[in-house]
């Protein structure tokens, strides 16, 4: 039983389980839109009527003062000030008892004059005290107040609202609840590999070991074995029968040999013959003592993905509002502009990370992977829920920094964890756990933190994300201690030294690589994704529901496009142009802004740069050693990848400071349109240098 039917099994399984969770969620989004579209109508009514009862008072008010009805001066100045207060207004009418309009202002919907006029109108002057309605007037849906003195009733006032900003809404709501499925199947692919599918494929893994074992002849009992999950049964009859039929052997075989051991003359008949079909037996089969179960435990390395996801979801749940939020803590700092400083929290949170990840990694090696990951993450707990009550963008500062350290604590654990549990067999699938759980979070954090900053508050998402911090400890427990890390303690990593960070920059080779390749991708996702990107869209009246869809649409496009980039990706000639075109695509992707200021156009501008990046990232990596192959010779594959590794996390430190000078100088269209240039200018001067190399490489072989 091949190992990838052992695979398809659990995925026709998950694809049942997913199957299920797709027509409920799709259902509950259907009811979803309908029971919005029902209540926002009523909803609507109450709020214009809120809003127009103060313009209704001061008509009121100027007739107490003894002004006639038809005579009332900057009536038209007052419904200006009520679209301010309720810009999505679209026009305001006084009409008088007959429907005859007095005063008006704004573009009148079609069919106007005959709804003012309408008896069903006229009769609501006998009904003062009733909540209006919202009625349908052509595009517009119109609340109708009626206007009476103590005397009598005078008039109408009739606000209309556009049906355009009604459908917005409803969309807009549509957009969350589609938003809330697509994390919600991912949560349930997590929550269903959590809970089952590491075990289930375990477990048909055995199985299918059982019975090929048996149907290859090999009948030898096994000594021990792991728990078996839900095949615990089966697998236990498949056993005995092995073993029945070990036993059986083992008995005849003590029974042909004590025959042989008496005279000739007093032998049963056929024992000559049956020696021999037992020796032919022992040739075709395999029989004796029970053996040990090598087997290693892969359960071990799928526990990393459950309190990984959990705890980078607490982080990316703060990627839609975080600029925002830091701009609303701004303190004046001398010498540093307002961009530079909504930077900072973000480009030091990218530094500490990325300068500190080797000596993260030391202690982590030293006192043991879980107990590590457990301090990394009470550490950015608490940076949380800090975070939430900073005061000013001074203290964020501190709070965001032990954030990071928690964040590079907890990133370096669990990549030692996943090196421990891994082998020649196992390596790529490992890594694939590893990437596959952050690559999720980073799906479902921005999306569900854009929509609880919009509906909670940005503080109180922040205590969402400590919690979430805190809730991966109880994974984290379920990790091995210290004990099964002994044998990894003695490969501690060590950080590159200066003069291995010296002369790797100075590589002609090296260089092409990290300084025209990786270093302007992360200069982009930071400087662009994580920083413009949020503060433009909010700038553009925007939601950080929207912004978090945006960021949400990134991660998407990488977890999609990123594999088969990967596969395809299988010499160096292909990695070479892949990274190449990533980052022509992703720096073109940022011209689009110069087409307009919709919201659209940042959708596809972060669609182009996920794809771009999405092209590249996996070729980058691997290209490293392709180019640096004496390098790794001389000073050790970790060393090299060390430096390109801080390299280009120091990429991610300077894209938001690089993307506030520009913003500062600039403003947001240039700032997208110049890192994107540089971006692409880089992937073009990698291509035009690794075709030269390859070129000159072709000629040297000819000649």
């Given at each position: 039983m091949s190992q990838s039917y052992l695979r398809s099994i659990y995925l026709r399984l998950a694809g049942v389980v997913m199957l299920v969770v797709v027509l409920a969620l799709a259902a509950s989004a259907f009811l979803s839109h309908r029971a919005f579209e029902a209540a926002l109508a009523p909803e609507m009514a109450k709020k214009v009527a809120s809003g127009g009862a103060s313009a209704r008072s001061l008509v009121l008010?100027?007739?107490?003062?003894?002004?006639?009805?038809?005579?009332i001066y900057g009536i038209e100045q007052t419904f200006d000030e009520l679209k301010r207060s309720i810009p999505d207004i679209a026009y305001v009418a006084v009409t008088d008892t007959q429907g005859t309009v007095l005063y008006q202002r704004f573009t009148a919907p079609a069919g106007?004059?005959?709804?003012?006029?309408?008896?069903?109108?006229?009769?609501?002057?006998?009904?003062?005290?009733?909540?209006?309605?919202?009625?349908?007037?052509g595009d517009q849906y119109v609340v109708s107040m009626p206007i009476v003195t103590p005397q009598q009733p005078v008039g109408m006032m009739h606000i209309g609202v556009s049906v355009d900003f009604v459908d917005r809404i409803i969309l807009d709501m549509l957009f969350d609840v589609l938003v809330v499925l697509v994390v919600a199947l991912f949560f349930t692919l997590e929550l269903l590999n959590f809970m089952a599918g590491s075990k289930l494929e375990?477990?048909?893994?055995?199985?299918?070991?059982?019975?090929?074992?048996?149907?290859?002849?090999?009948?030898?009992?096994?000594?021990?074995?792991?728990?078996?999950?839900?095949?615990?049964?089966?697998?236990?009859?498949?056993?005995?029968?092995?073993?029945?039929?070990?036993?059986?052997?083992e008995t005849l075989a003590r029974d042909i040999e004590r025959g042989r051991r008496v005279p000739?003359?007093?032998?049963?008949?056929?024992?000559?013959?049956?020696?021999?079909?037992?020796?032919?037996?022992?040739?075709r089969f395999r029989f004796?003592?029970?053996?040990?179960?090598?087997?290693?435990?892969?359960?071990?390395?799928?526990?990393?993905r459950a309190p990984l996801f959990v705890f980078i979801l607490a982080e990316e749940l703060t990627r839609p509002f975080l600029p925002h939020y830091i701009k609303s803590l701004l303190v004046p700092i001398p010498g540093l502009a307002s961009e530079v400083v909504v930077g900072l929290p973000i480009a030091l949170f990218m530094l500490i990370v990325a300068l500190g990840q080797p000596f993260l990694g030391a202690y982590a090696q030293r006192v043991g992977h879980?107990?590590?990951?457990?301090?990394?993450?009470?550490?950015?707990?608490?940076?949380?829920?800090?975070?939430?009550?900073?005061?000013?963008?001074?203290?964020?500062?501190?709070?965001?920094?032990?954030?990071?350290?928690?964040?590079?604590?907890?990133?370096?654990?669990?990549?030692?964890?996943?090196?421990?549990?891994?082998?020649?067999?196992?390596?790529?699938?490992?890594?694939?756990?590893?990437?596959?759980?952050?690559?999720?979070?980073?799906?479902?954090?921005?999306?569900?933190?854009?929509i609880l900053a919009d509906n909670i508050g940005e503080r109180w998402t922040m205590a969402v994300a400590a919690l979430l911090a805190l809730g991966s400890m109880g994974a984290i427990r379920l990790l091995p201690g210290p004990d099964a890390q002994a044998a990894a303690a003695q490969a501690a990593i060590k950080a590159p030294s200066l003069r291995d960070i010296g002369s790797l920059m100075v590589n002609k080779r090296f260089m092409t690589v990290t300084g025209l390749a990786a270093i302007p991708a992360k200069v982009l996702l930071t400087g662009v994704c994580f920083y413009l990107v949020p503060l433009y869209v909010l700038s553009l009246g925007s939601t950080q529901s929207v912004v978090g869809r945006i960021l949400m649409l990134y991660?998407?496009?990488?977890?999609?496009?990123?594999?088969?980039?990967?596969?395809?990706?299988?010499?160096?000639?292909?990695?070479?142009?892949?990274?190449?075109?990533?980052?022509?695509?992703?720096?073109?992707?940022?011209?689009?802004?110069?087409?307009?200021?919709?919201?659209?156009?940042?959708?596809?501008?972060?669609?182009?740069?996920?794809?771009?990046?999405?092209?590249?990232?996996?070729?980058?990596?691997?290209?490293?050693?392709?180019?640096?192959?004496?390098?790794?010779?001389?000073?050790?594959?970790?060393?090299?990848y060390g430096v390109y590794r801080l390299l280009e996390r120091m990429g991610n430190a300077l894209g938001p400071?690089?993307?506030?000078?520009?913003?500062?100088?600039?403003?947001?269209?240039?700032?997208?349109?110049?890192?994107?240039?540089?971006?692409?200018?880089?992937?073009?001067?990698?291509?035009?240098?690794?075709?030269?190399?390859?070129?000159?490489?072709?000629?040297?072989?000819?000649s």
């Open positions: 008010k100027a007739m107490e003062n003894h002004i006639a009805f038809r005579e106007a004059e005959a709804y003012l006029r309408s008896p069903g109108v006229i009769a609501a002057l006998a009904t003062p005290d009733v909540a209006p309605p919202s009625v349908r007037v375990a477990s048909l893994k055995s199985l299918g070991e059982t019975i090929e074992r048996g149907a290859s002849g090999d009948f030898t009992p096994l000594r021990s074995r792991g728990p078996a999950g839900p095949f615990a049964a089966v697998l236990q009859l498949l056993e005995d029968v092995r073993a029945r039929v070990n036993s059986g052997f000739a003359h007093e032998r049963p008949p056929g024992l000559a013959a049956a020696h021999s079909g037992l020796q032919a037996l022992s040739q004796g003592p029970a053996e040990a179960a090598t087997r290693a435990d892969d359960g071990q390395l799928a526990k990393i879980r107990h590590a990951m457990m301090v990394g993450a009470s550490i950015a707990a608490f940076g949380f829920i800090a975070s939430a009550f900073a005061g000013s963008v001074l203290d964020l500062l501190l709070w965001r920094s032990m954030c990071a350290l928690g964040y590079g604590l907890v990133f370096v654990a669990a990549q030692g964890h996943v090196l421990e549990h891994t082998h020649n067999g196992n390596r790529a699938r490992s890594f694939a756990v590893f990437i596959g759980s952050i690559m999720v979070a980073t799906i479902c954090g921005p999306s569900i933190g854009g991660g998407v496009v990488m977890v999609v496009v990123s594999p088969l980039a990967a596969s395809f990706a299988t010499t160096r000639e292909r990695m070479e142009w892949l990274v190449g075109a990533g980052l022509l695509l992703s720096g073109i992707g940022t011209l689009l802004m110069m087409a307009g200021e919709h919201v659209g156009w940042i959708f596809c501008a972060v669609f182009l740069i996920g794809l771009g990046q999405s092209l590249s990232i996996a070729a980058q990596s691997a290209l490293v050693r392709e180019h640096c192959e004496r390098e790794v010779g001389i000073i050790g594959e970790p060393a090299v400071l690089i993307a506030a000078l520009l913003l500062m100088a600039f403003g947001y269209r240039t700032g997208f349109v110049a890192t994107g240039s540089a971006v692409a200018l880089c992937g073009l001067v990698f291509i035009l240098a690794t075709r030269r190399t390859t070129t000159r490489a072709a000629l040297a072989t000819v």
